[in-house]
């Protein structure tokens, strides 16, 4: 037996995870150079309580549950993860209702812990907040985590487990006889597989038509982001009340200590459109300092900005379809980061496994994580660098990142300067990769027995540097 | 277990400022030992291959790796211990103790004084917000000189250089020379950053346009970089719709400042809001008197020659600290008047003699520079790119103190 997952963003690398528990030969497809380089890559990162979620819908159901594996998943998987909570913030008195509602949908939802606070109380949490609101429903529940290093983290405990991964591969055709799916058709050749799962983010719409199913459009929706260097005394989550459209302009204290500020909601007609403008910087300038008046925005490392996948049904598509041994785990937009391990675990365990009496086999659910030595005590990190002096040699001076840091990175798998970015931070502080990119590209080149020329910033068409200066 | 190296004088940064301060530390007779993360003594100045440097100390025009050789071999023959390899991760607040890692370990540096030499970053493209798309093929200036002339790696062909800061003129310059199309440099104010003589070596000896109040409104490009939107500007730094132009390059190298390297010591300084850098007396101590900071780290200079003249100066008052034979002073502050931009130092300690360091907010073809009631005189020429040095008597500092407070102004003429 055969499963092919296509996609090895979160949910498909969780999908790929959880099918290699069973006695199958598990192949994941990604037609980016990296995993967790779409959707994955450029979102908000918080892993959600459940209340903004209407009941009855996936998305109420799988976030509440979701929510609820990430500290186990995290843990197993070496992955970082905070339960920081929450607040919704009421400006005015007329947002007070919503909070009522939300709190009232929380609840039906089954989300633990949601209480409506005072004024005093939040100012004693977060003094930073906005002095002017009335009163904010506190979500204990809500976390951060790092969503691309969870796709890795899940994708390298797959390989552990026997994954086959099939990266810069990207699926043309899927065949499908008499009803049942028979394998799918890429770049590179044909894969005969039973089961086929997809979980193409941004073209799942694309990748359903291929197997002949008639499926509403996946439409990208915008979102733009700031990101303010360093730890600015907030602690929690902060959303403001939420419109039909999105949950707002939020502030989110990231894990490794910045502020993280966004998104916009747009909707645009192409599904690689993550420039950003000056409205959009804008109106996160703006939306976050309703919520946080003072902020520093000299302090500004860098704008970016993602896409989430939308439908009009605006919920996710999880589950079987008409077409035998064809599964979708598609629309994730938000909250699809915290649904992604309860989507993968119902469908891999509850439908796939049920469908085809799979038989379970020897299973690693852990991953070991890389070394990382700005975690570790002096004493600590002296015993590495003795080990392997390249932990040793700093090749990022605002992160820390050192040379055995990228060289095991590269072991796991990075094959970029963004790959090597998210794996281990070098690059992702206050100059950016002014200091180390240079370093960075050569250990690449090195470690890949590659030309300078050859490495990527983040894509195949996207070289660092032409070449020698003289030929 | 860590090992702990015990010394009078620890020097961080062995670039122009820190050489220069271990060499004149050791050579008052204090036991000297220089930190440097890289593998070479020099810092940026390995990188600047161009001629320029030395005019001021050493009477001749050397380029910068011939400058940092004639450093070296100060600290040589001064006998200093440099430590290569070695990055200071942790600078303890209370007292004189350094962590640093190197590829034998962590070390524990146990001095008497400390001179933090650690240059300026560049500010990068994500501090400038600007809109687009983020593809390969932008540089800071300094990446881009260092792939260039470190590496021997050209990073494109078609080239926009955005700030005029001294290093985007040299680097447009060096692109130029090493065959590829520059297509201008583009600068927000309308007066160029960077130096007057290498605006006329590097730009117009070569016919390559310097495009003031025009600034970079949009970057294009999914994979790499392929082109940017120019835009000019007002007399208040607004865009002015209408003036959008797109210009077809495949990298963009960004020479839009300098920022002091003083991320160890953020926590416990406190710092200039103008330059980022410490404050420091005229001897160049911190609030913490065991603490000196030179060079970059403490203000961006422009020639340096003047930031080995202030690292010697530095190193010699840290020997004194050191071996006891100097105190933290009691200091007058030295507030920054009209028309003043950079400022070093911002104190000055009384009846001592004192250099003092500033640049002009803008241009002024003549300007007068007074500090009442010591210092009164009219300068011309003034220009932001360039530092005016001004020095105070001990007698002048010593009459500054009946005033609680000095001011250094500049009044156009």
């Not at chain 1, 976390?143 to 796709?151: H, M, N, R, S």
């Not at chain 2, 940064?13 to 220069?20: C, E, F, P, R, V």
């Not at chain 2, 540089?139 to 290093?167: E, K, M, W, Y």
Request: glycine share 10%; with cysteine; charged share 25%.
């Amino acid at each position: 037996m055969r499963a092919v997952v296509i996609g090895a963003g979160v949910v498909g690398a969780l999908i790929a995870r959880e099918l290699c528990r069973y006695d199958l030969t598990v192949l994941l497809f990604e037609r980016e150079l990296e995993v967790g380089f779409g959707v994955t890559k450029a979102n908000s990162a918080i892993v959600h309580a459940g209340f903004h979620d209407e009941p009855g819908t996936l998305r109420a159901r799988f976030c509440v549950k979701g929510n609820a594996f990430y500290p186990k998943l995290c843990e197993e998987l070496g992955v970082p993860f905070r339960r920081t909570g929450a607040y919704v913030l009421a400006l005015h008195a007329q947002e007070v209702p919503e909070l009522e509602r939300l709190l009232a949908q929380g609840e039906k939802n089954g989300v633990p812990g949601l209480e409506i606070q005072r004024t005093e109380e939040i100012l004693a949490r977060e003094p930073k907040v906005n002095p002017k609101i009335v009163a904010g429903l506190w979500a204990p529940t809500v976390g951060v985590t790092e969503p691309w290093a969870l796709a890795q983290a899940a994708v390298e405990n797959a390989l552990l487990n026997g994954l086959e991964l099939h990266l810069a591969e990207k699926v043309q055709t899927i065949e499908v006889k008499n009803g049942c799916v028979k394998g799918i058709k890429t770049d590179v050749g044909f894969y005969a597989a039973e089961i086929v799962v997809n979980a193409a983010g941004l073209f799942a719409d694309q990748v359903a038509r291929m197997a002949g199913l008639d499926v509403p459009e996946i439409r990208p929706r915008r979102g733009q982001y700031i990101l303010l260097e360093g730890e600015t005394n907030i602690h929690s989550v902060l959303f403001p009340c939420p419109t039909p459209k999105s949950k707002g302009i939020l502030v989110v204290p990231s894990v490794d200590g910045n502020l993280l500020l966004g998104p916009t909601a747009e909707d645009v007609d192409d599904k690689a459109d993550t420039t950003t403008t000056q409205e959009g910087l804008q109106q996160v300038r703006e939306g976050a300092k309703r919520l946080v008046p003072d902020l520093d925005f000299s302090r500004a490392i860098k704008s970016f900005a993602g896409l989430r996948p939308e439908t009009a049904a605006a919920d996710f598509w999880v589950g079987p379809t008409k077409i035998r041994g064809f599964y979708q785990a598609g629309a994730m937009r938000s909250p699809g980061l915290t649904a992604a391990p309860a989507i993968a675990r119902f469908l891999v365990h509850e439908v796939i496994a049920t469908e085809w009496h799979l038989s379970p086999r020897n299973w690693n659910p852990r991953r070991v994580p890389p070394p990382r030595v700005a975690d570790l005590s002096p004493e600590e990190w002296d015993e590495l660098i003795r080990q392997d002096p390249r932990f040793g040699r700093i090749v990022c001076f605002c992160n820390l990142v050192t040379e055995g840091e990228v060289v095991e990175a590269i072991r796991r798998g990075a094959r970029t300067i963004d790959g090597i970015k998210l794996r281990t931070r070098a690059g992702f502080g206050r100059c950016q990769g002014g200091f180390c990119t240079d370093k960075l590209l050569l250990i690449l080149a090195r470690e890949l027995g590659k030309g300078a020329e050859d490495i990527k910033l983040k894509s195949e068409r996207s070289p660092i540097v032409i070449g020698p200066v003289r030929p | 277990m860590i090992k702990v190296w015990k010394v009078e004088v620890a020097v961080v940064g062995g670039g122009a400022a820190g050489m220069a301060a271990a060499a004149a530390a050791a050579r008052e007779g204090a036991s000297v030992l220089l930190l440097e993360r890289n593998t070479c003594l020099g810092g940026v100045l390995d990188q600047c291959i161009h001629p320029g440097f030395g005019l001021h100390r050493y009477k001749e025009e050397l380029t910068g790796p011939e400058f940092a050789f004639r450093l070296h071999t100060e600290l040589e023959k001064a006998r200093v211990e440099v430590a290569f390899s070695h990055t200071v991760i942790n600078v303890n607040p209370q007292k004189p103790e350094i962590l640093a890692v190197g590829p034998n370990g962590l070390v524990r540096v146990q001095a008497k004084a400390v001179v933090w030499a650690c240059g300026a970053w560049e500010r990068p493209l994500g501090h400038l917000l600007i809109p687009g798309t983020r593809p390969a093929g932008i540089f800071t200036a300094g990446l881009a000189q260092r792939l260039v002339n470190i590496h021997g790696l050209l990073p494109g062909r078609r080239v926009l250089i955005l700030g005029s800061g001294d290093i985007g003129l040299i680097m447009a310059r060096r692109f130029h020379l090493e065959g590829a199309e520059v297509v201008g440099v583009a600068e927000i104010k309308p007066f160029p950053g960077g130096l007057l003589r290498n605006v006329r070596q590097c730009l117009e000896d070569y016919g390559i346009p310097l495009f003031l109040r025009t600034t970079v409104s949009e970057i294009h490009g999914r994979d790499r970089l392929t082109g940017v939107t120019l835009v000019e500007v007002d007399e208040q730094g607004k865009t002015i719709p209408g003036t959008e132009r797109f210009i077809k390059v495949d990298t963009l190298v960004l020479s839009v400042g300098l920022i002091p390297e003083i991320r160890l010591l953020e926590g416990f300084l406190s710092c200039d809001h103008v330059q980022r850098g410490p404050r420091v007396n005229s001897f160049w101590q911190t609030e913490h008197p065991w603490l000196f900071v030179v060079g970059n780290a403490l203000v961006v200079f422009d020639l340096v020659d003047t930031v080995a003249a202030v690292g010697e100066e530095a190193g010699r008052f840290a020997a004194r600290f050191a071996c006891g034979e100097m105190q933290g002073e009691p200091c007058v502050p030295l507030k920054r008047g009209q028309n003043v931009a950079a400022l070093v130092p911002q104190a000055f300690i009384p009846g001592e003699p004192a250099r003092l360091f500033l640049r002009v907010i803008r241009p002024f073809p003549k300007a007068r520079v007074k500090i009442s009631p010591v210092y009164s005189k009219v300068h011309l020429g003034l220009r932001p790119a360039e530092m005016v040095e001004i020095r105070l008597s001990s007698e002048a500092t010593a009459e500054l103190q009946r005033c609680s407070e000095a001011t250094v102004e500049v009044h156009p003429q």
